[in-house]
């Protein structure tokens, strides 16, 4: 596996704040479809799920696309990285066991974009849950079974 160019600089500068909500993207290791296994999408919503029961965040949106997610966020009682390295983390490991695998899942890093104060969160969260639909995925988001907005 040859390493991103830059993957290295994504953790420079980082800074994060509670209270802040945050646009969150994760990608699967060599951008492996795995999660047109919806059984096993749901192993990473549980985990999306855990934090917010957890207060780590207030969950907003979301959606499990085939090798990747999105996730609209407020962070509450945690940072990013630690966010970040829990979901990553224990959904590794809940996916690889039912995989009958070991070894990386993830790739190495993640994107976030801060969301400013006054900026509406709702465009946000349409954009996500339409990812389905952009991909060409399913012709009616409801047919779609990996996603959630806080709205519905």
């Not at 407020?74 to 070991?102: F, V, Y």
Request: with cysteine; hydrophobic share 40%.
């Amino acid at each position: 596996m040859q390493p991103r160019p830059n993957s290295h600089l994504l953790r420079q500068g980082r800074f994060s704040e509670r209270g802040r909500a945050y646009l969150i993207t994760a990608v699967v290791h060599q951008r492996h479809q795995v999660f047109t296994d919806w059984q096993l999408g749901r192993l990473l919503v549980a985990e999306l799920r855990r934090a917010h029961e957890q207060e780590w965040v207030n969950s907003i949106a979301w959606v499990v696309m085939p090798d990747h997610f999105h996730w609209l966020v407020q962070l509450e009682q945690c940072d990013l990285a630690q966010l970040m390295q829990s979901i990553k983390s224990r959904s590794t490991l809940t996916i690889n066991q039912a995989l009958r695998r070991e070894g990386a899942f993830w790739q190495t890093g993640y994107h976030d974009r801060a969301i400013r104060d006054g900026e509406e969160l709702l465009p946000f969260a349409r954009y996500i849950v339409a990812n389905p639909l952009r991909a060409g995925l399913v012709d009616k988001i409801g047919d779609y079974p990996l996603w959630d907005a806080c709205w519905l």
